[in-house]
């Protein structure tokens, strides 16, 4: 059984960085393609960051790019979410997600697997 565990995430002023980690357990984590998703209160669960098998390519929604930075360490199996100059507007529960497409990446139906989420509030 694939398991998703998130961390990182925190109340911090805007600004002010995080890195969301999200470790891999019960299954092959290089064969999957991963993501972190948001989900603020009264909205849709929305697209932040795509990082395809190998590490590359990478995608972004336009709203946070050039400020988060999707990684990747198959030895450790885990995925990253470097946040920098978070905005109050970034405040939302974070999730992590496996097993999608590159072709699909921004669709959350295309993927597997999910973590529980982990909460990120930026203050003004």
């Known amino acids: 059984q694939v398991q998703l565990v998130e961390s990182g995430g925190g109340l911090v002023q805007a600004g002010d960085s995080l890195r969301l980690s999200c470790a891999v357990s019960g299954g092959t984590f290089r064969r999957y393609a991963m993501g972190w998703f948001r989900q603020a209160p009264g909205k849709e669960r929305e697209f932040v960051a795509a990082i395809s098998r190998s590490g590359d390519p990478k995608y972004y929604a336009d709203s946070v790019k050039g400020r988060f930075t999707i990684s990747r360490d198959n030895a450790k199996n885990t995925v990253y979410l470097q946040m920098n100059s978070l905005k109050p507007e970034d405040t939302a529960v974070y999730y992590c997600?496996?097993?999608?497409?590159?072709?699909?990446?921004?669709?959350?139906?295309?993927?597997?697997?999910w973590g529980q989420g982990t909460q990120v509030t930026v203050s003004s």
């Open positions: 997600t496996a097993g999608g497409s590159m072709t699909y990446y921004s669709d959350y139906l295309r993927y597997d697997y």
